[in-house]
């Protein structure tokens, strides 16, 4: 009995989808203009950012503030955002459904 019951404890804190919704991150505003609130682009060449790997996102971004990844448009967008707001934002985004958008008729 106390094997099963720590085998359903571990498995149970393994799956984030069951942990505790994420709150919409304070910044999420003006990457919303052209990404999406739920990262699905709303503007023809924005990249769509549902469901990418919040590692991916997260440095991704740490570099557009940086300047290590040379788009002004990005770096102004950022600004000089805390660790801690890139994180909210990465996943934010790397958490929502990358379902695409309906085609219009």
Not at 16 to 23: D, G, H, K, Q, R
Request: with cysteine; hydrophobic share 40%; glycine share 6%.
């Amino acid at each position: 009995m106390r094997i099963v019951l720590t085998a359903a404890l571990s498995l149970a804190a393994s799956l984030p989808s069951l942990a505790a919704p994420v709150a919409k991150p304070a910044r999420l505003g003006l990457c919303a203009a052209c990404h999406g609130e739920t990262g699905i682009a709303q503007i023809p060449g924005a990249p769509h950012l549902a469901g990418q790997k919040f590692d991916y996102l997260r440095e991704a971004l740490k570099q557009y503030r940086d300047g290590r990844r040379n788009v002004p448009l990005m770096r102004a967008a950022i600004g000089p955002v805390s660790d801690t707001d890139l994180e909210e934002l990465a996943r934010w985004y790397s958490i929502q459904s990358p379902s695409q958008p309906q085609a219009k008729p």
